[in-house]
């Protein structure tokens, strides 16, 4: 009897993984399929529009600027709905977590929630940080990709004139730049989980250490929840870090709208 109950209890598990992990390949390849969509059409539409443009446009437009937004900015707005949608469900992920936490116990939530939340407060300035990099950061790959097309455009003239050297500097500054800005974003960006996570369990240890002579604990009786609550807390806190991440990744790619934007609504398209 209690093998079968075992072997029936394996044969559940096997097959709840299973279908647990086809609804997850099932769900990426939709995102994959959703997200390179997005950037053909942008990209589809984006050139049909320039296509109408006056010609005087392009004698004033720097086609670095025209390459970076159907290319780069385009890229950048399908990995911002990327992010979107794994906030969303990452959400829904956190949502069912802190309803078991409270379910578990609602007083130890009442204590443990606010000091989750006071952590929002230092994420939230260094998503300020991350935005304002990824503005910098589109205009520099603007700037890089106008300085590269400039050289391999105008290489004859470059050699006829002897300006090799300047246009080397030219180009290592615009690509200095990049890696500069990439990285000190990439730094911020990669700061907010083990921040997050030290933060929130350090307040959780000083609340335990400051209350554990005020409170009597029983040990034998209490350690099953305690050890169940943690479980399920440890659980919310990764999948609240991974929402934290998506979240300074599409606020990250926010500015390659307004990129893309910009050059969508120029004034350039033909009279009739």
Not at 198 to 226: M, Y
Not at 256 to 272: L, M, N
Request: hydrophobic residues 50%.
């Amino acid at each position: 009897n209690q093998m079968q109950i075992i072997s029936l209890i394996f044969i559940i598990l096997f097959f709840l993984i299973g279908l647990k992990n086809m609804f997850m390949y099932l769900s990426n390849i939709l995102i994959a399929k959703l997200r390179f969509g997005i950037v053909r059409n942008l990209s589809v539409n984006l050139m049909d529009n320039l296509i109408e443009y006056d010609v005087k446009y392009f004698d004033s437009a720097k086609t670095g600027y025209i390459m970076s937004n159907v290319n780069t900015e385009t890229v950048r707005i399908g990995d911002f709905m990327l992010s979107f949608l794994q906030f969303i469900t990452l959400s829904g992920k956190v949502f069912v977590y802190t309803v078991l936490l409270l379910l578990i116990s609602w007083k130890a939530s009442f204590i443990i929630f606010p000091l989750i939340a006071s952590v929002l407060i230092p994420i939230e300035l260094i998503l300020k940080k991350v935005k304002k990099l990824g503005v910098s950061l589109s205009q520099a790959t603007v700037d890089y990709y106008y300085r590269l097309t400039e050289i391999l455009n105008g290489i004859r003239l470059i050699k006829g004139c002897g300006t090799e050297d300047l246009e080397k500097i030219h180009f290592k500054t615009a690509a200095d730049k990049i890696y500069y800005l990439s990285y000190k974003n990439n730094k911020y960006l990669n700061c907010i989980i083990p921040f997050s996570e030290t933060f929130i369990f350090g307040l959780i240890t000083l609340s335990f250490l400051l209350l554990k002579n005020v409170i009597t604990i029983d040990i034998a009786n209490t350690f099953p929840f305690v050890a169940t609550y943690l479980l399920v807390l440890a659980k919310t806190l990764t999948q609240l870090n991974a929402l934290n991440a998506a979240r300074s990744e599409a606020i990250n790619r926010l500015s390659a709208f307004r990129s893309y934007e910009e050059i969508y609504d120029k004034k350039g398209k033909k009279t009739i």
